[in-house]
């Protein structure tokens, strides 16, 4: 279908006082020859959508909206098969300089031939028709897993449970009574584990596999193939995908300090649970009942040299232990020895329960040691809320181990196999003893229990800090680096019985979600609903692998001889394996490496006589430009020489276009994104990350072009801070004033 573009320059919210709108209505009828160019006051009002509405009526397929941010009245300038370009004359232009000025003036047209340009090179996404299973499969069948599959078949989906013991349940299936979730909140709860089991077995939509493995899982959401070890079962296919591994208990054989290994009489709290569950609490050794039990809480935890996170259910855990055991026998003594007793929420109903118990004494305490005594155990604990130093005499000692995540991390998994390969070929040089330390490292990943993954990017989804596969990003809950798969219950964050079976929920929905927005061919997230796709020129591809090795979501598989195998459903739409490739062989249909190096062209760059510096900015879309739309808000203007472009994430930047933008009298460079690191922000997890690795290549490129290194700067900022936005594109404009224009202007 032939393209007809449209332009309209709104007047409404100071811009039409502040600019001169003839002059821009000149760049779009004068200098692109648009034939239909219109002017309002309120584009965004019932009048001006009717204008424009009227105008889509007629033929009009393309659409520029000079107006304010595009982040702002989304559904006013939205029509159905036209593609919109917005240009932010609004809080990029008029309320962050200086009204009526010729600058500015400069500054509006420059955006508004960078918009017309875009609208001309963009084509409308059209969405991937890829089929959809609409299957959920449910990976784990603890209270998280069962949750979750009762929830997915209640919503209508069919539902594959795994579960790799002989019978479902869990370690829940295994306790005798729960932390309490309901209503007064002070006495330990019945489980209702086996209920959910019989709701579950006997659910027509629910297929079950007990004593079952994953031997291989391929594909992509809406089509991922799965086979079973362990079972007999046939492959099968499935959409999406919760994983609710579970977890297991820190390794108590690495607190010596506290007397495990020992001494029989030093128990974890599991070994507890299961004595309770039992209906008969013993001392190991002999076989007799303990007049006094000492609780340790945090025993490994948020410790440094152990776990350093909190499990957040152990102190709830001990004190329903301790009451128990006070109800089982009501001569039993128990000390509960904390570093922080946390019990938020209603749950601090439950503690003030056990602190009514005269038999229960609660000591805020740092335990240094568990030693043998005559005839019993000895406790020695520091800085105590008694103000000294105190020796606990104890039968049983409960060590209250935290909980460790059921997942393994698919990618030091794939760096382990391909050091493996190299050793096995006997490469010689550096890259075989480098080979040789790696499988050595990661030799303790043999065993590890995975979704066995067919992706480049490793079996098993990548983990974060302290091992768990949660996205990690509080937009994002249930989330994974993996599209289509979600992480539920303790192998995304400690929980007690009750959170987890809110995760399973959560999952589940994410899960079923993922199965509908791929079936209309939109990406999931964070770019909701956005129907483009990478499109992959295979026929010049080099074979390089930066593509597969930079995506962060494991979009794309590889083939022997290395070139891309992408798995569309996959994707995210971040655009990073366009900014991966050299060769420029990747684009999407509205955001490519030509639309954005046209862009860039179309600014007008004033020659060294005018004095005019020109700065280019790109902007990550997720933390950086809103955070120039909140600082334009807040009428915090920047400085008059820069031109901004957002991009879908650094990581997407091609550095051709820095190249390109220098080449062509660019005085300076500023690419602007969310934070990386530990607490990142990114929105696409690796995106600042890599732009900055990149960084190498653009300095060698300032080089070759005997420019200074200064005249690129890489700057990462999350959106709250966007206060310093301003201060860091003027501190960055005033740096490229003191070292004087590009020498290539002109050429």
């Not at 350093?308 to 709830?316: I, L, Q």
């Not at 460790?404 to 096995?424: H, N, Q, T």
């Not at 696409?684 to 200064?710: D, I, P, W, Y």
Request: proline share 5%; charged share 25%; net charge negative.
């Amino acid at each position: 279908m032939d393209k007809k573009l449209a332009v309209y320059l709104c007047r409404g919210c100071d811009i039409g006082g502040a600019l001169d709108m003839s002059a821009l209505k000149d760049v779009a009828t004068d200098e692109y020859k648009i034939e239909l160019c219109q002017e309002h006051d309120c584009l965004c009002g019932d009048e001006g959508r009717e204008l424009i509405a009227h105008d889509v009526t007629e033929g009009v397929n393309s659409i520029v909206v000079a107006a304010c941010s595009p982040r702002f009245m989304t559904d006013s300038f939205t029509f159905e098969n036209v593609l919109t370009t917005r240009v932010n004359l609004r809080e990029q232009v008029v309320w962050s300089h200086e009204p009526n000025d010729e600058d500015t003036d400069m500054m509006a047209r420059d955006y508004l031939r960078m918009g017309i340009v875009r609208a001309q090179q963009a084509e409308l996404p059209e969405p991937l028709q890829e089929e959809v299973d609409r299957t959920v499969m449910v990976v784990g069948g603890g209270v998280t897993g069962l949750t979750a599959a009762l929830d997915a078949a209640a919503a209508g989906n069919d539902v594959v449970l795994i579960e790799k013991e002989a019978r479902l349940g869990g370690w829940m299936s295994r306790w005798a009574k729960g932390i309490p979730h309901e209503s007064p909140y002070t006495t330990p709860q019945d489980l209702d584990i086996a209920d959910q089991i019989d709701a579950v077995e006997s659910n027509e939509r629910i297929t079950v596999h007990t004593g079952a493995i994953i031997e291989k899982v391929a594909g992509m959401p809406g089509q991922f193939d799965v086979t079973l070890k362990g079972n007999g079962s046939d492959p099968f296919r499935v959409g999406s995908i919760v994983q609710a591994t579970g977890w297991k208990p820190y390794d108590a054989n690495k607190l010596g300090h506290l007397g495990y290994g020992m001494s029989a009489d030093v128990v974890t709290n599991v070994q507890m649970e299961e004595m309770l569950a039992a209906g008969k609490v013993i001392r190991p050794s002999d076989g007799k009942a303990p007049e006094r039990i000492a609780f340790i809480q945090c025993a490994g935890s948020r410790d440094q040299e152990h776990l350093p996170y909190c499990s957040g259910v152990c102190c709830r855990v001990s004190i329903k232990q301790a009451l128990m055991v006070r109800e089982m026998s009501p001569d039993t003594e128990a000390y509960v020895l904390y570093k922080d007793m946390r019990s938020p929420g209603q749950y601090e109903s439950f503690y003030q329960k056990a602190q009514e118990d005269s038999g229960i004494f609660f000591t805020k305490a740092e335990v240094t040691g568990v030693t043998n005594g005559s005839g019993s155990l000895r406790v020695a604990a520091e800085d105590t809320l008694l103000g000294e130093n105190v020796q606990i005499e104890a039968d049983l000692v409960v060590l209250a181990t935290g909980m460790v995540p059921r997942s393994a991390d698919g990618e030091l998994i794939r760096e382990y196999v391909d050091a493996k390969a190299v050793v096995a070929k006997g490469e010689e040089g550096a890259q075989l003893e480098n080979a040789k330390v790696k499988v050595e490292e990661l030799a303790y990943l043999e065993d590890a229990e995975i979704l066995n993954l067919t992706y480049r990017q490793g079996p098993d989804l990548p983990v974060f800090k302290y091992d768990f596969p949660d996205s990690h990003f509080i937009c994002f809950p249930y989330e994974s680096r993996r599209t289509g798969i979600y992480p539920a219950g303790c192998v995304r964050a400690p929980l007690d019985g009750q959170n987890a079976r809110e995760d399973g929920s959560g999952a589940a929905l994410k899960a079923i979600q993922s199965l509908e927005v791929t079936a209309k061919g939109q990406a999931v997230h964070p770019r909701w609903g956005d129907m483009s796709f990478p499109d992959f020129a295979l026929q010049r591809c080099t074979q390089c692998k930066r593509c597969t090795e930079e995506c962060p979501f494991g979009t794309i598989n590889e083939d022997e001889k290395g070139t891309p195998q992408p798995n569309l459903t996959r994707c995210r739409r971040c655009g990073i394996c366009m900014g991966a490739c050299p060769e420029r062989i990747i684009s999407f249909k509205d955001y490519s490496p030509g639309i954005i190096g046209n862009m860039i062209k179309a600014v007008e760059v004033p020659d060294e006589y005018d004095e005019k510096p020109r700065l280019l900015g790109l902007l990550c879309e997720n933390d950086a430009y809103p955070a120039l739309d909140a600082a334009g808000l807040k009428r915090i203007q920047h400085s008059k020489w820069i031109r901004f472009i957002p991009v879908r994430c650094l990581g997407s930047v091609n550095t051709v276009w820095i190249a390109d933008a220098l080449s062509s009298g660019f005085d300076g460079v500023i690419l602007i994104g969310c934070k990386s690191g530990d607490d990142y922000q990114c929105h696409f997890v690796k995106g600042s990350e890599l732009m900055e690795t990149r960084s190498g290549n653009v300095q060698e490129k300032l080089k070759q072009l005997a420019l200074e290194e200064e005249r690129v700067q890489i700057v990462q900022i999350p959106l709250n801070e966007f206060e310093k936005l301003p201060e860091i594109v003027n501190e960055f404009s005033d740096e490229i004033e003191d070292i004087g224009l590009n020498p290539f202007k002109g050429f």
